[in-house]
């Protein structure tokens, strides 16, 4: 079966980072490209950012660009997510997904992903 999971959530200041991680199994992980989804309480999940097969084949949603950075490690079968500048704004579940043959990319919308983790929870206080 395939299992993403997220960890490195936790709570932190305004202003901090936390690195983010999602280990994948069951699946072949280098043939799959790699999102980073969150989702705040009474809001849609929303796309954050997302990797292909090549470490800068990168995408970032405009709220985060410059701050958080995606990479990939294709041997730990493990993607990252490292969150600098923190906001409280960036509170939320945060959720890996997983895509084998997107129609287009990069893909933007959650129903497009094949597989998803549970979600770690990044609360960031002001």
């Known amino acids: 079966q395939v299992q993403l999971v997220e960890s490195g959530g936790g709570l932190v200041q305004a202003g901090g980072s936390l690195r983010l991680s999602c280990a994948a199994s069951?699946?072949?992980?280098?043939?799959?490209?790699m999102g980073w989804f969150r989702q705040a309480p009474g809001k849609e999940r929303e796309f954050v950012t997302a990797?292909?097969?090549?470490?800068?084949?990168?995408y970032y949603s405009d709220s985060v660009k410059g701050r958080f950075t995606i990479s990939r490690d294709n041997a730990k079968s493990t993607v990252y997510l490292q969150m600098n500048s923190l906001k409280p704004e960036d509170t939320a579940v945060y959720y890996c997904a997983a895509i084998l043959t997107p129609s287009s990319w990069p893909a933007f919308l959650p129903g497009e992903y094949d597989y998803w983790g549970q979600g770690t929870q990044v609360t960031v206080s002001s």
């Open positions: 069951g699946l072949t992980f280098s043939s799959y490209y």
């Open positions: 990797i292909g097969w090549s470490p800068s084949n990168t």
